[in-house]
């Protein structure tokens, strides 16, 4: 691994934070280090991965599309897990670490929600409150989420400063922990923030590939190519780690390439030259930013590609050429969610769809050698709100004003 | 009695630009021992919510670092006798390049740097950059350090050491008690102690100021600013400057 300094990346990671976080910082990697080396923790980990989560998630041969797109691609079916996204692997994993800590409370950041979810259900699972700080933006584009978070018992705080989502979410996490970090365990849910989040999150995730590389195997073969869509990073990382020595296994991170090229049209900081060498949000890496460093604003369909960094492991492993970043824009998610949707009857999240539009846009140019494996790290049922609203508009409208009228009539 | 002597917190272009110079005015004629000028930064994640949204309101603008730089220049041509301090965030300091930051914070007239977020051992340059330039790079120190920590920061002998006085973001209320006065007493080192987060009142400074070399109020003086804003640049000023007085002031008998 290409850690030369501790937290370190490369030039990337490092834990650029206020004073008073840096105590709690080191408290959280000597538990998390501990963690790691304790069978008991290890133990109760795959138990509930196993009973809880219902892992191992799938893989599956795409076999309709393989024939459509004359290629041989394979499916982690890693949105099949509890709460719909691969986000529980890194909550349930920190929520049980900070009860083994003796926190009594705990606090996440989350932006299209699935990490927020994801934590509100381990928490309710493992009896531990839960507060969730969400932009309100993506609050209101994400409200299946929102009323999920407060069925699981979870307090959904909204935030309204700077652009209202995720990034701002994460400053207001940050704040709270602040001024907490005696009895509460902050669960950062992307493989970014101060060391040792990256470590933790990546650890935590690292089962997606773990269980691809051993699924793989059953069926005789090492996949040539890997993608997976790139947010702040977390599904990637997970999904590419167990491959990472392996040259061979060629790896490709999507990013939102959104409506598109100017800046706040897209989340594009690998894939060409919109962004810049940056420390935010305790650590340092590649950020949309404007020439004074200021934060700049950035657009998905997708609610969880929409950050404007990108994990610090993810961006040294870019610029070293181990990975390859592409982008898909919003209209070649939609068209891929709905290609795989109608032909292979899996219904992708608009996030994973961007890795599932590569793949497609790949096979067509011939691109696509050998055994494939896209990672669906999410399913794609949240999503449909959104695409509602873009694939059937007008029946869409119909039914939400229909569903109004029926609330105002039951409430009398 | 010695008058308390308060270090105040100003943000860069809030209200407006008007607003900004009504403010120091009212701050320095109040008696402001320091001035410490916030640049402000999209993502200010240290910051309470007053402060966030004053620094948001000024980006929106499309304020600049180098109006902001300007802004304390002209500020050290009207009060050349009040030492400044630029208060900021890491990543403006680093897009721009840590060196050419420095050097221009130095052309401004301010005495040194407030960064929270480059920590001491891993201050990408800073304090060198400072050292060159001749000005000076001030630690933010927090009650949660460990003793080994406060011990490696007290041997950087920096001229100056912020303490951070509670656990939190600034904004909130803060009550002296004696592991607050030990903090101060653990991080002093050879350093002057500028002492705060939190402080809102009088008899807060008061309770605070024989332990320290001045006592730093943030909040309560954006909160001022922001609801003296509306009656113009004379209001912000002089309710700045009474608020300044009762601060400095407040070793009388209320």
Known sequence: MNVDRKGYFDRFGGRYVAEILYQPLEELERAFNEAMEDPLFIEELKRMQHQYVGRPTPLMKAENVSRLLDAEIYIKLEGYAHTGAHKINNALGQVLLAKKMGKTRVIAETGAGQHGIATAAACAHLGMPCVVYMGSTDADRQQPNVAGMELYGAQVVRVESGSKTLKDAVNEALRDWAGSFGETHYVLGSALGPAPYPDIVRTFQSIIGKETKEQTAELGFIPDTLIACVGGGSNAIGFFSS?????????????????????????????????????????????????????????????????????????????????????????????????????????????????????????????????????????????????????????????????????????? | MSKVRIMSHLIAGYPDDEGMYAAARGLVEGGAAYLEIQLPFSDPSADGPAIQKACSEVLSRGYRVAQGMKAIRDLKVLYPQVPVFIMTYANLAYCIGIESFVASAQESGAEGLIIPDLPFDADEGLNAACEKYGITSVIVAAPSMSAERIEKMTRENRPYIYAALRAGITGEQTHLDESILSFIERVRGSSRVLGGFGISTGQQAALLAPHVDAVVVGSAFVRLITSASAEGPEAITSALKEKMHKLTGCTEPS
């Open chain 1, 243 to 412: 491959f990472l020595a392996d040259d061979a296994v060629n790896m490709i991170g999507v990013e939102a390439g959104g409506r598109g090229e100017k800046s706040g049209e897209h989340a594009v900081r690998m894939s060409d030259e919109s962004s810049r060498d940056a420390i935010i949000q305790g650590y340092k890496s590649r950020f949309l930013v404007d020439e004074d460093g200021q934060v700049l604003n950035t657009h998905s369909i997708s609610a969880g590609l929409d950050y404007p960094g990108i994990g610090p492991q993810l961006a040294s492993l870019g610029e070293r050429g181990r990975i390859t970043f592409t982008r898909a824009s919003d209209r070649e998610a939609l068209d891929a969610l709905k290609f795989f949707a109608e032909h292979e009857g899996v219904l992708f999240a608009l996030e994973s769809a961007h890795a599932a539009a590569v793949a497609i846009k790949l096979a067509q140019q011939k691109s696509l050698k050998g055994k494939t494996v896209i990672n669906m790290s999410g399913r794609g049922e949240k999503d449909l709100f959104i695409t509602s609203a873009v694939l059937r508009k007008e029946e869409w409208r119909s039914f939400l004003l229909d569903e109004l009228k029926r609330l105002e009539e039951t409430d009398v």
